[in-house]
């Protein structure tokens, strides 16, 4: 199916009909949102890194190696200020939240920027599989805790002067007394917290009761191959094993699925807003 108001039309139809609805969110997601981590607003907020390093992105600059401490977290202080703290909901996830709020939902989502919740779905309703930026941990995990990095992060930016910071305002692990982390999956000491294991049992329970034989719609928002066996492969694994369920991706890059699922999955190249748009215009 290439029209797009056909597509439109049957998505909307699908989305009407669908008894369970599942999100599952990366990157372009955020993107299409309006979180820069590489155009204009990037390179501006970021120009004295730029020129240092020659970071050609924000993504890139997450894993570069640092001499100091001081210097590796002035960087990331700013990171989680630029994407975490300082917007507000997007209007996109704002706009998502429409569509789906009165559905039967449940997200599950790579992205880190506390989006989802700052747009109104339920807590217990989001499952951030890679932590979260507004969250840090031991950097070796010695312990299954997660702290607030809010007042880390604004004394840090308070205190920064040529892209480093003095050390008596690096956060320090409360138990073994060495680096703090932010909370994102980037090693195997990646902290699976309470809060964390209780999102997983929960979504790991939506999916159980709603992925058999039931009208089930995958909204796939943004998903690449970076890390595709946390939602896109697992949708369409579902697709193959239910019949009355739909994946309606949204992808510039990567729109088409295996043959096999192919007749269930409705693609969207297009601009990602605009088709939300047209969705909740039609389902009015």
């Not at 989502?109 to 747009?119: E, L, P, S």
Request: net charge negative.
């Amino acid at each position: 199916m290439t029209d797009f108001d056909d597509k439109i039309a049957l998505a909307a139809d699908r989305l009407r009909d669908a008894q369970a609805i599942i999100i599952g969110a990366g990157a372009g997601l955020s993107a299409a949102a309006g979180l820069d981590y590489s155009g204009p607003e990037f390179k501006k907020e970021f120009a004295d890194y730029i020129a240092k390093y020659g970071f050609p992105d924000l993504y890139t600059s997450s894993f570069h190696d640092f001499p100091t401490e001081e210097e590796r977290w002035a960087r990331w202080a700013r990171h989680i200020d630029y994407i975490r703290f300082r917007p507000g909901a997007m209007p996109l996830y704002k706009e998502l939240f429409e569509l789906v709020k009165d559905k039967n939902y449940f997200v599950i989502t790579t992205n880190v920027d506390g989006q989802f919740r700052k747009a109104g779905f339920a807590p217990d309703k989001i499952f951030e599989v890679q932590g979260d930026y507004g969250l840090m941990q031991c950097a070796v995990g010695c312990h299954p805790k997660l702290y607030s990095d809010k007042e880390t992060v604004d004394n840090i930016l308070a205190h920064s002067h040529n892209l480093t910071v003095p050390s008596e305002y690096l956060p320090v692990c409360p138990v073994c007394g060495g680096n703090m982390d932010v909370h994102v999956r980037k090693n195997r000491f990646f902290v699976h917290d309470e809060a964390w294991n209780e999102a997983a049992g929960r979504y790991e329970d939506f999916v159980s009761r709603n992925a058999t034989d039931r009208n089930l719609v995958m909204l796939e928002l943004g998903v690449g191959y970076n890390t595709p066996e946390i939602i896109r492969f697992p949708f369409e694994r579902i697709a193959l094993a239910n019949s009355h369920s739909t994946i309606i991706r949204f992808n510039a890059d990567y729109p088409q699925g295996p043959l096999e699922t192919r007749k269930q999955t409705i693609a969207f190249t297009e601009n990602i807003p605009s088709v939300i748009d047209r969705l909740i215009s039609v389902s009015q």
